[in-house]
């Protein structure tokens, strides 16, 4: 497998990143139930979405043969195991393809019903929860930190708007070395949100709040405990009901350790001490929680898309609030509460040690992308999944190129 020879800081390896009432759905428990099938691209309306297209190919010909040669051409030149593309596309049809393999021991094929570990999506869902509150008048984006986490740096300036924007100052835990080093040497320790704080909270802040922009995992694990400490209860389950519920989203889980639904692929990381590839598939996410730990599906995916875009489950006020991106200094890419904007497409990426995902909505279009990988390992110092978006994006919305990620090696 080709890739950079240096092995990337664990402070990108999370990337980029309501008003119902809950709906009686399987809940994200049952997934591991004998007898439930996971739902894909072979089980096309089976998830009540009222969307039967997904296992047909129904692009041109033609176009479709041009981005399988993309999907190839990077996913050789990257060294990349196994990809799963879905494009969907109004007027124009749909792609769904499964290349390469999903575990290198047994040459198993990648399967577009596989299931994959989201990372940084998660925030997607954390963020949501959050504005759920806001639409209930329990929180106000506007509240500092302090007023409900004793002990943040800088807290009583910091506000709950700030660190869904990435805008705190605040140190990321993710950053440290200390962190680094004891997750590595021990991928299967189970970490705590506090635990994971600490490491951050013993530097100092890294600027005034609202001054700039720093995509930083610290936030996230902050706004999962608000959501904790003014629900009462866990945010796997406050996410369960509040969001993936009304949201039909059956094939999405939070999970309490690493437990990981079947099919999935095997992952694939450089993240280790020593800079060598090792398999990551049952590494605990506990050490990403409410910024990483999250599981999903490609029918699951394409349907949330849609979902964060539009703000399905927010007030049209909250998700107005949400949609105000603000620059990043990255070309092409805005940030908002929990969500980029990305020359157009708006969603989320997720990066972390074995797996990367793309789940991003064209609104101009209305058309949805959803990319999942089986590695984190970057190419010349880009994440791999930034690569297939932008191939497929350069030939299906040549107006609007994925951007990339919100961060960089």
Known sequence: MRHTSYRRPLAVALLAASVLAPMATTPA???????VRPAGVHAAGADGYGEDDNARDSLDPALSARLDKAVAKVREQAGIPGVVVGL???GKGNYVRATGIADKTTGRPMTA???VRIGSETKTFTVTAL???VDRHKVRLDDPISRYIPGVPNGRRITLRQLAEMRSGLFPYTSDADFEHDLLSDPQRVFTPRELLAYGFKHPNTFAPGAQFEYCNSNLILLGLVVEKVTGHKLRDVIDERVLRPAHLRHTLFPKGNEFPEPHPQGYTDQTLSGEVANSTNWN???AWAAG???SNLQDLRHWAKVVATGTLLSPETQAQRLKTLPTGFPGTTYGLGIFNASGWIGHNGSLPGY???TVYLPSKKATLVIMLNTDITYEGQEPSTLVAR???EIVTPDNVYAGAVVGP
């Open 113 to 115: 019903d596989s299931y």
């Open 293 to 295: 730990a999250m599981i």
């Open 29 to 35: 428990a049952a997934l591991h139930a004998p007898g």
């Open 131 to 133: 504005l759920e509150l």
């Open 88 to 90: 969907w596309m109004p």
């Open 356 to 358: 990367e995902t793309v």
């Open 391 to 393: 191939a497929v994006t």
């Open 285 to 287: 996410p506990s050490w």
